[in-house]
C-alpha cells in the first residue's frame, strides 16, 4: 500500500509519536522513510545581520534531527533517506513529497484550536489542505504539547495519539 513514506521532523521531544507512526507503518508496508527537516527561512529573514549564522545553526539541528530519525529507522529495519531543507515549511514539505513521488505523509500537529492556531498557524494543517498524497496528523500527547507551547519556533511536532485524518 505504501512504498515510500514522508515523515516531517523538527527534532523535538513532541515529534515522537508522528516518527513511531511513521516507522511503524515503513516496517509493515517494507516502504522507504524520508525524514525532513525544514529551515523556516521566513522566521529569520527579517535579521539584517547575522541570518547566515541563524541559517547554519538550524542546518545543523536540521540535521542532527534527520539523522536522530534515521537512526531509529536503520534500527527497526526500515530503509530512511534524510534531508534538510530551506523555506516555507508547507511549501518544503509538499514538494519534497512529490519530488521524491511519495504515497503517505505522517506529520505531528500540536492539535490548537482557536486563536492559538489563528495566530501560530498550522503547517500540518497547510500540509492537509495542499497534498496530493494522503496525510496522516499524529497529534502530540499533552506533555509534549506543553513543551511545545514553551518553544514557539515549533513548526511541526508529533505525539503518541494518531488522528488519522487522511486527505487525498
Known amino acids: 500500500m ?10 523535538s521531544v ?18 522507504t522513510l524520508y525524514a525532513l527537516y525544514v ?5 529569520y529573514a527579517s535579521l539584517e545581520m547575522g541570518s547566515e549564522i541563524v541559517a547554519e545553526a538550524l542546518g ?19 530503509d530512511a533517506e534524510t534531508a534538510v531543507a530551506n523555506g516555507i515549511a508547507h511549501r518544503e514539505i509538499i514538494d519534497h513529497a512529490s519530488d521524491h513521488e511519495v504515497d503517505l505523509i505522517v506529520m505531528g500537529t500540536h492539535g490548537r484550536t482557536g486563536v492559538g492556531r489563528f495566530l501560530l498557524g498550522s503547517v500540518a494543517e497547510k500540509v492537509v489542505r495542499s497534498s496530493d498524497v494522503p496525510v496522516m496528523t499524529v497529534r502530540a500527547p499533552e506533555d509534549a504539547e506543553t513543551e511545545a507551547e514553551a518553544e514557539p519556533d ?3 511536532d508529533g505525539g503518541t495519539t494518531a488522528t488519522n485524518r487522511t486527505t487525498r
Open 2 to 11: 505504501y512504498d515510500r513514506i514522508l515523515v516531517p521532523t523538527d527534532g
Open 14 to 31: 513532541a515529534t515522537a509519536g508522528a516518527v513511531d507512526h511513521a516507522i511503524e507503518l515503513a516496517t509493515q508496508y517494507d516502504a
Open 39 to 43: 529551515v523556516d527561512t521566513g522566521a
Open 60 to 78: 545543523e539541528e536540521g540535521q542532527e534531527a534527520v539523522d536522530a530519525v534515521a537512526e531509529r529507522a536503520a534500527e527497526a529495519g526500515v
Open 154 to 156: 515549533a513548526e511541526t
